[in-house]
């Protein structure tokens, strides 16, 4: 069983910047892509970003140029770096991971959702 812990979500005014977090824990013998989902109220979940094991990142249309993905194999740890948030940016962020476990099956994790409001 693998657990994602989400953090760094809150409330900012528009042009503000925040940083989420998720660290991976568990039975992890390695973990290929992890990304990052949001999720407005009345929307479908929608892909915001995402990264391979080897660092090659994908972004939705909407936050290129703002926002930034990152992770610390190390740590087994994602990051995400908003800036220029705009209240369109509101919304509960997931965090998700595609993980080889120990048992040699691969499963995807989704975390518990970190909630991001931009507003004045």
């Known amino acids: 069983q693998v657990q994602l812990v989400e953090s760094g979500g809150g409330l900012v005014q528009p042009g503000g910047s925040l940083r989420l977090s998720c660290a991976a824990s568990?039975?992890?013998?390695?973990?290929?892509?992890m990304g990052w989902y949001r999720q407005a109220p009345g929307n479908e979940r929608e892909l915001v970003a995402s990264?391979?094991?080897?660092?090659?990142?994908n972004y939705a249309d909407s936050v290129k140029g703002r926002f930034t993905i990152s992770r610390d194999n190390a740590k087994n740890t994602v990051y995400l770096q908003m800036n220029s948030l705009k209240p369109g940016d509101t919304a509960v962020y997931y965090c998700?991971?595609?993980?080889?476990?120990?048992?040699?099956?691969?499963?995807?994790?989704w975390g518990q959702g970190t909630q991001v409001t931009v507003s004045s």
């Open positions: 998700n991971a595609d993980v080889l476990e120990v048992d040699g099956y691969e499963r995807y994790y």
């Open positions: 568990g039975s992890i013998f390695s973990i290929y892509a």
């Open positions: 990264i391979t094991s080897g660092s090659s990142t």
